[in-house]
């Protein structure tokens, strides 16, 4: 059956590291994968989208990685801050349906 | 633009009760979807609709609920009767057209917490 892995312990680091959150999948071939932001009592926040075509994309302090062939994404925050202390939810195109297929999320915290 | 817009924030209801939430997504977006969190199952789709054309709801969990689109600026979920495990937080996400294929992003709501006691 198809299946998104997020890790579910939270992930602590301390501020200016470097935070790497992974996605895994197994039976899916996902043209799109997205990664969205989520604080307490909020809707995830949309960060980046990556093509299955583009090993990595970037935007400012965030870089994500698509390897289809390990059938894995990576979300890297650099130069961490407290402020960035939140859910990541990966998000995954199901196969040309228009819907995307969310993992339940790895918490982030960043220590000053 | 205000965002999307839910209604209500917190919904505390009995079981058996009937529930409407309501969603105003962002103007010139054509696609709505409606979702539902749990610590448990994480955001499931529901279901979503193009141009007020419900067009997959093979996520909704049972003939209890119901979504209807009147018109591109308001959007209904209801649950009837609901049930204790209805309890959770549903949110609404509004999309604009991207020209074809996924590469969209949704922007989502803050979400209505039910609770069916």
């Known amino acids: 059956s198809q299946k998104i892995e997020q890790n579910s312990e939270a992930l602590n680091i301390q501020e200016g590291k470097t935070a790497t959150l992974t996605c895994n999948y197994t039976?899916?071939?996902?043209?799109?994968l997205q990664w969205y932001r989520q604080d307490p009592g909020r809707g995830p926040v949309f960060l980046l989208l990556i093509r299955e075509n583009e090993k990595e994309k970037r935007k400012e302090r965030l870089k994500v990685t698509f390897d289809t062939t390990l059938k894995q994404s990576l979300f890297h925050i650099t130069a961490s801050q407290p402020a960035d202390s939140a859910t990541y939810l990966c998000?995954?195109?199901?196969?040309?349906?228009?819907?995307?297929?969310f993992g339940t999320g790895t918490r982030l915290k960043v220590l000053a | 633009d205000a965002g999307v817009i839910q209604s209500p924030r917190h919904e505390v209801t009995e079981m058996g009760q009937e529930v409407t939430l309501r969603c105003k997504p962002i103007?010139?977006?054509?696609?709505l979807f409606w979702y539902r969190q749990t610590m448990m199952r994480g955001l499931e789709l529901l279901i979503y609709f193009n141009n007020n054309v419900p067009i997959d709801d093979s996520g909704m969990p049972e003939d209890r609920f119901s979504a209807k689109m009147p018109n591109a600026s308001f959007s209904t979920l209801k649950i009837q009767p609901s049930e204790p495990r209805d309890s959770a937080v549903y949110f609404c996400a509004s999309s604009p057209w991207m020209g074809g294929g996924s590469s969209y992003e949704q922007y989502f709501g803050p979400g209505t917490r039910l609770t069916v006691t």
């Open positions: 039976n899916y071939s996902p043209a799109y």
């Open positions: 103007s010139g977006h054509d696609y």
């Open positions: 998000a995954l195109e199901a196969s040309g349906t228009y819907k995307y297929i």
